[in-house]
């Protein structure tokens, strides 16, 4: 029942005309205008942007391999996904975004240690990757680690207070719990 209200959507493939990642110098202003956006639409515009630097790899090689990997896991090819992000991951251990994607693929594949190990790796080179901290709640959740997934989503709520899916995840987890406030 939970898993259902649980599950959304944060890979969005956008490729941009030139290389970015999470050492961006617009990164910094956007978040600051996610932080102060007036509702969750403005907040998703300014997401969009922070996503489609994620997700412009820093040269093309990577960039292909990035791809590659996103059409593979649209696919439902999560081994061939996988595959590639540990190439990615191999040739560019920095680029924050390779973890993401892998932490993602694990989690498809119900690998859920993996996926956590990834999110770290990930959190470690982009502490403010709401996707992979939302990403953490997700598989918190499906380890029925509610108080986890919580503090995760409110994580995600420091960083994108519209954040509407984290926001309706949070209050779906402390309705399970009986709580008001986790």
């Not at 941009?16 to 990164?27: C, E, I, K, Y």
């Not at 007036?38 to 907040?43: K, L, T, V, Y």
């Not at 924050?96 to 240690?113: C, D, F, I, S």
């Amino acid at each position: 029942m939970l898993r259902s209200l649980f599950l959304i959507i944060f890979l969005t493939l956008l490729p941009g005309n030139s290389f970015a990642d999470q050492a961006d110098p617009r990164l910094p202003d956007l978040f600051d205008e996610l932080k102060s956006a007036a509702d969750a639409g403005e907040a998703a515009v300014v997401e969009q942007q922070i996503w489609e630097i994620w997700h412009t790899a820093p040269n093309e090689e990577l960039q292909q391999l990035m791809r590659q990997g996103m059409d593979a896991m649209n696919n439902s090819d999560l081994a061939q996904a996988r595959s590639v992000f540990d190439e990615m991951i191999k040739l560019a251990p920095d680029y924050a975004e390779g973890w993401n994607k892998r932490a993602t693929v694990h989690y498809l594949m119900q690998n859920l240690p993996a996926s956590l190990a990834d999110i770290a790796e990930t959190l470690k080179r982009e502490p403010r990757h709401f996707g992979a901290i939302a990403g953490r709640g997700l598989v918190h959740i499906r380890g029925n680690q509610l108080a986890k997934a919580a503090e995760a989503f409110e994580d995600v709520l420091t960083i994108s207070p519209q954040n509407p899916g984290s926001q309706s995840n949070l209050d779906a987890i402390r309705e399970a719990l009986g709580q008001k406030d986790i």
